[in-house]
């Protein structure tokens, strides 16, 4: 585990707008609770509260990756209406106490989704 500092800042914090996330002509999540992660030089990214996701559209895969600031991810696919999208969310389910906002919460990536837009 490598602890956020200067040379890898990470902030989390409530994002006043509504987030939402669609994919194939359907709502797959929809909050106006999602938290904004930045970390170091990447882009932002919204971490939705599962309560806010149609989970019935996400099907857990087997795919996992780790990261030294955050931890163990686990990924989702989303199938809606004939079409899908493999490892289209991460969620890091017991993240490290840095980070344990995010707990409970999906994140999306923008290239396998069709959008996720901030109203």
């Excluded at 857990?60 to 780790?66: I, Q, S």
């Excluded at 955050?70 to 490892?87: C, F, L, Q, V």
Aim: proline letters at 10%.
């Amino acid at each position: 585990m490598k602890l956020p500092g200067p040379d890898h800042p990470i902030t989390i914090a409530p994002n006043p707008k509504r987030v939402r996330v669609t994919f194939n002509g359907r709502v797959v999540a929809d909050t106006l609770r999602a938290l904004t992660l930045k970390e170091a030089s990447y882009p932002a990214v919204q971490y939705i509260p599962r309560e806010d996701a149609e989970m019935a559209l996400l099907e857990r895969t087997p795919h996992a990756t780790h990261c030294p600031y955050k931890g163990d991810a686990a990924y989702y696919s989303i199938a809606a209406d004939g079409r899908r999208t493999e490892n289209a969310i991460w969620t890091y389910e017991s993240p490290y106490p840095a980070v344990a906002a995010i707990a409970g919460h999906l994140a999306f990536y923008p290239d396998r989704v069709d959008r996720i837009e901030e109203v």
